[in-house]
């Protein structure tokens, strides 16, 4: 890190009049679009307010101006006090929706937030996602939060009357909650501090963000900027100083400027070192080179702009950053649109540009686009400028048809862009220009981001990954998901694929499509979210801890080609394929890998089937554990043993290779002369029917009613005639030899000897024997008697598997190459009544797609977290940008009669017992805790419990049970925590006090707090409430 390393701009989000968007603010800029409009009737009335006056044709003040300024000749009509000259500005739409169940924020207490703060929240979101970062990641992170913000206004709105405030409302207003919130919510440890430099605040933040990335302070930084306009007293004042432009727009530097129309927004940047961006191969949109800030000092007026320091930063910033007149190709100047204040600003950038070779610098000012957005204009300016760099042209400018001659543009080598400006190749510089009322200023050089490419695999699949807070949301972002990429089809999809299980796959309602072309993807993301409608998707956020065993499949599942789908998908297995591969080769006398990917008949003898099969289920685990899905316990089936004793740290890999491959040249030495029949007969039945058969065995125990017969040919064909007779389904299975069987003798006598020399090694986590039919009980091992008993002995599967689904698991893998035992454990696990997720690693030979990102895929739905790298080359291992997170819009709280003469707005439905408006019907869709469970009956003392709660919540009573947890479902802080506390002694006096640290410490969900209360002295009888513990 060097002193004046440049600073990346690697993500941002922004909302202004006219865009909801980045995209729609690009397209607004390009267009040269107006996104002004009248004074929406919820802020106030704009005729009571409205009272013709002087425009500032000649513009005598500006922010940065002397007020009270004499109107300019010409202009004597008079100004009517408390009334502003205008009916317009640029105002964003719905500033009031909001998503606070995503935050974990009760409703009531949102609806004392001002709104700026909820803005900034999830904007923050969102440009952290379009940063290509997970927000989670950043959790307990240095990363600060640097806000720029000038107004206030909800605050004044809210506590002028005394009587109305509320603990929220000291949380809910000022301008530090702006940044501290923020930092709050996303668990950021860096600096948190909110800038008020009047209108150059948002830039005085970003210099800021600047100074602490480069001194270390931080990592990551989010420079932000917001503004609201909710009452006309900012109006009034501009009108009365002669300020305001009649018809509320900024004509920056052109002959019709007339003065200021005001405008709102909020953006949110997203800062990084440059080298550390690069390296983590993130996206760039821009490098600040420079960034400074200065002041007037005792200038002509603490209002009045003064050229002087204007000139003096401007040059300083250039000089540091290292570039010349000649270097800025454009100027993204403050521009207000008086005559005085572009007058100044002209003088003093003109007095850098006048002796520039080359052509002109391009000038404008997005105030022409929507107005002057006040503490976020210079952000505003700035993120013009960023996308104009990276998108390598330059919008044009509104009312640049007609310059204004005084300022002599031409001669000072300054332009207005009539037309889009194309930027040559190569580094471009820009710069950026923000003054404040006060005299505070703000500058900052720009370049475009270093070239970097980095190709993935071309045709290399992968896994995308969608989730989100609630069922509706799930959908809503698998849409814009598959919108937005039905439109950039020039992207690797295993990039993008990597993108989102990196950015978006933190949330519990999760969906996942698996694909090998973006077309497919995009057909699979509007599937999911149909699907979603149909059966609702995957919520992963009430489960308990997963635990998961690996089920080793056994022979006769082996099939052609069945390790050609993971080894040409996943990186790793085929990594550990080849390991295993090399460990066998020795043994074998070929490779083994070849066989099973080139689909060799071979394959299907004793001799390489043991191990190929050994091989595939090494390196599907081996590749699962590395992806941090690896097993809590294991189970296997006949050879399936020796891969799960490698799991179980009872054998190392050499090892195991060597005695696979031994035991199978073993096995297909033995003459051919058995069979194995798979009969539809309980153990019991099975053994009593092949009593006085030597020649005969039982080789598994599948299932209650899941048998395999093995032995000679000639007496299991009788057994067969017999069962037949009797109606009993039979199935004669397809294998080379009888295995498990009374002819397999010989060969366990000579395995045993191959075993002698193993070193008794005890199980790391549980093994469930299917020799035993249990699991392994302390110090038992899998020594050279078990190894040889397993060749003979039957398979006790059923056994072992009631066993494993006892003991409580979640998920079992089936490690292999077709879905054998999934169907055995699926009837094991609904007759014992034990619910368990199953997992195929592979469904079968017929089975078409990507399955090593499908299985990931469901795992992750099923609330595992992989390590998702795992599945991608490391060319893949790049950042894309995707669409941010869509929140939901349903809440929305602003001020009844917002402005002394606001129309009255029709109150927001509150559930039954709350006191004061808070949200809109239907506003608590989507929070976290599910709906109570059907025949759940509370008590009286449980009824009044869930009343407070919703109350103090402002929670709906079908969203609230006994299990909703308080702070994560419900949002409560130690603030409500304490209303709670209060409201609960009103209604039950004679429990007196409750203990503070009870409510704080120990009590996680409704229900929890409910049995506390019934357990305190005194709740043994009928709860009755008092009068003002019910009231409503």
């Not at 695999?457 to 799930?474: C, I, M, Q």
């Amino acid at each position: 890190m060097t002193e004046r390393e440049p600073i990346a701009v690697v993500g941002l989000d922004c909302r202004f009049p006219g865009a909801r968007d980045p995209q729609e603010y690009w397209s607004l800029l390009m267009d040269g679009r107006d996104g002004t409009g009248r004074v929406p009737e919820e802020r106030w009335d704009a005729d009571r307010y409205h009272a013709p006056g002087p425009a500032s044709p000649v513009g005598t003040a500006s922010p940065g101006s002397p007020v009270g300024t004499a109107s300019p000749a010409g202009t004597s009509e008079r100004r009517v006090p408390g009334r502003t000259n205008t009916r317009r500005g640029g105002f964003i739409r719905d500033p009031d929706a909001f998503d606070p169940a995503f935050f974990g924020i009760a409703p009531r207490e949102a609806a004392a937030m001002d709104p700026q703060q909820r803005l900034l929240l999830q904007s923050s979101w969102r440009a952290v996602e379009d940063a290509a970062l997970a927000p989670q990641d950043l959790a307990g992170s240095d990363t600060g939060v640097f806000v720029g913000v000038m107004a206030n206004e909800w605050a004044h709105l809210q506590l002028a009357d005394y009587d109305r405030i509320t603990a929220r409302h000291g949380s809910g207003n000022g301008y530090f909650m702006g940044a501290n919130r923020v930092s709050y919510h996303l668990d950021l440890r860096g600096p948190s501090l909110a800038v008020d430099t009047a209108c150059s605040s948002s830039l005085v933040a970003v210099h800021l963000a600047v100074n602490a990335l480069r001194s270390g302070e931080c990592d990551h930084a989010l420079a932000a900027g917001t503004n609201l306009i909710m009452t006309p007293v900012l109006n009034i004042f501009y009108a009365q100083a002669g300020l305001s432009a009649p018809d509320g727009r900024c004509k920056p530097f052109s002959a019709l400027a007339d003065g200021i129309g005001r405008a709102e927004g909020v953006a949110v940047l997203v800062l990084r070192r440059l080298g550390d961006a690069l390296a983590d191969r993130q996206p760039v949109y821009a490098v600040l080179k420079e960034t400074g800030t200065n002041q007037d000092g005792r200038s002509n007026g603490i209002t009045a702009p003064s050229r002087w320091a204007q000139q003096q930063l401007i040059s300083s910033v250039w000089e540091r950053a290292g570039v010349t007149a000649d270097d800025i190709r454009f100027v993204e100047a403050h521009g207000t649109g008086t005559l005085l204040g572009d007058f100044i600003e002209a003088q003093a950038l003109g007095e850098l540009t006048a002796g520039r070779d080359g052509g002109s610098v391009a000038l404008g000012s997005v105030k022409s686009n929507f107005g002057h957005a006040e503490g976020a204009a210079g952000i505003a300016g700035l993120i013009k400028a960023v996308l104009a760099l990276h998108h390598r042209t330059v919008p044009p400018s509104r009312f640049a048809h007609e310059e204004n001659p005084k300022l002599d543009l031409a001669e000072r080598r300054l332009t207005l862009l009539r037309a889009p400006l194309r930027l040559p190749p190569g580094t471009v510089h820009a710069a950026v220009s923000s003054f404040g009322m006060g005299g505070s200023n703000a500058h900052t050089v720009l370049a475009s981001a270093p070239r970097t490419v980095h190709r993935g695999r071309p045709g290399a699949a992968g896994v995308f990954t969608v989730s989100a807070r609630s069922p509706e949301r799930l959908r809503a972002n698998l849409l814009a998901q598959a919108d937005a990429l039905a439109r950039r089809p020039e992207h690797q999809l295993a990039q993008l694929c990597w993108t989102s299980n990196r950015v978006k796959s933190r949330l519990s309602h999760r969906a996942a499509v698996a694909a090998g072309d973006l077309p497919a993807l995009v057909a699979g993301l509007r599937s999911a979210a149909e699907q979603a409608e149909e059966t609702g998707p995957t919520d992963t956020g009430r489960r308990a801890a997963p635990s998961v065993a690996f089920a080793f499949t056994g022979q006769g599942s082996q099939h052609p080609r069945m390790a050609d789908s993971w080894y040409r998908s996943c990186p790793a297995y085929a990594r550990h394929l080849d390991t295993v591969d090399e460990l066998l080769a020795p043994h074998t006398g070929r490779s083994v890998r070849d066989l099973v990917l080139e689909g060799d008949p071979r394959a299907q003898r004793a001799r390489f089937a043991q191990p190929a099969l050994f091989a595939v289920e090494y390196a599907l685990a081996a590749t699962l554990t590395e992806a941090g899905i690896g097993p809590s316990y294991v189970i296997g089936h006949s050879i399936g043993e020796f891969a799960a004793a490698c799991a179980a740290g009872v054998l190392d890999e050499a090892d195991a290779a060597r005695l696979v491959a031994r035991r199978g040249a073993l096995m297909e030495s033995l003459p051919r002369v058995g069979g194995m029949l798979a009969v539809e007969l309980g153990a019991a039945r099975a053994e009593a029917l092949l009593a006085g058969r030597e020649r005969l065995g039982l080789a598994a125990v599948n299932g209650p009613e899941a048998t395999v017969i093995s032995g000679d040919l000639d007496e299991l064909a009788e057994v067969e005639a017999e069962l037949r007779a009797r109606n009993t389904v039979v199935r004669r299975l397809t294998v080379s030899h009888a295995f498990h069987s009374p002819l397999m003798g010989p060969v366990a006598e000579r395995f045993a000897a191959e075993c002698a020399a193993l070193a008794a090694r005890r199980p790391v986590l549980p093994v469930f024997s299917t020799v035993h039919g249990r699991e392994l009980a302390n110090g038992e091992t899998m020594d050279a008697e078990y190894w040889a008993r397993q060749i003979t002995a039957p398979v006790r599967f059923a056994e072992a598997a009631g066993a494993l689904l006892a003991g409580g698991v979640t998920h079992v893998v089936e490690i292999g190459p077709r879905a054998v035992l999934t169907p055995l454990l699926a009837r094991l696990a609904a007759d014992a009544g034990h619910p368990v997720g199953l997992h195929a690693a592979h469904p079968g030979e017929h089975a078409r797609g990507h399955r090593a990102q499908e299985l990931f895929g469901e795992l992750w739905c099923a609330g595992l977290t992989p390590r998702w790298q795992v599945l991608y080359d490391e060319s893949d291992l790049v950042p894309r940008r995707l669409p941010p997170y869509v929140f939901d819009d349903l809440f929305r709280s602003w001020c009844s009669g917002a402005a002394p003469g606001a129309p009255e707005r029709s109150a927001p439905r509150l559930p039954p017992g709350a006191d004061a408006p808070a949200v809109r019907h239907g506003a608590d869709r989507g929070q976290a805790c599910p709906p109570a469970p059907a025949g759940e009956r509370p008590d009286a003392l449980a009824e009044l419990t869930h009343r407070l709660v919703c109350r103090v919540g402002g929670h709906a009573p079908e969203r609230v049970h006994a299990r909703s947890r308080l702070h994560e479902d419900l949002g409560f802080d130690s603030i409500q925590v304490m209303e709670l506390k209060a409201r609960i002694e009103q209604a039950l006096p004679r429990l007196g006090t409750l203990p503070v640290e009870d409510l704080l410490a120990g009590l996680r969900t409704v229900g929890d707090l409910v049995r506390y209360l019934r357990a305190l002295p005194h709740t043994g009888a009928p709860v009755t409430a008092t009068p003002e513990g019910t009231r409503s």
